[in-house]
Nanobody, 117 residues
Framework: QVQLVESGGGLVQAGGSLRLSCAAS????????MGWYRQAPGKQREEVAR???????NYADSVKGRFTISRDNAENTAYLQMNSLKHEDTGLYYCQAAGPGPEDEYWGEGTKVTGSA
């Protein structure tokens, strides 16, 4: 059974930092691309950052220079370091694992991040 469990969300003042973690089980973690998505109240879910199985990373323009995605294949965990948080970063942050096949897509339950104004 595949499980993705996010943690690390919380309330933080503008300008502060948080580090999200996504612990994966039930998959061959090293072959999966890992992504972080967020959904703000009243808005659609959007991709924030992605790290491929070769370590390449991509970021949404809104978080470039502030957020860093990383992965530890030995620990089956992906991370999202969020610095200089803004109120606009508020939302429910989801972890996604995307494997080689079209059916190999899994999601976590999400962790809430609130950046105070």
């Amino acid at each position: 059974q595949v499980q993705l469990v996010e943690s690390g969300g919380g309330l933080v003042q503008a300008g502060g930092s948080l580090r999200l973690s996504c612990a994966a089980s039930g998959i061959i973690f090293r072959i999966f691309a890992m992504g972080w998505y967020r959904q703000a109240p009243g808005k659609q879910r959007e991709e924030v950052a992605r790290i491929l199985n070769n370590g390449r990373t991509n970021y949404a323009d809104s978080v470039k220079g502030r957020f860093t995605i990383s992965r530890d294949n030995a620990e089956n965990t992906a991370y999202l370091q969020m610095n200089s948080l803004k109120h606009e970063d508020t939302g429910l942050y989801y972890c996604q694992a995307a494997g080689p096949g079209p059916e190999d897509e899994y999601w976590g339950e999400g962790t809430k991040v609130t950046g105070s104004a």
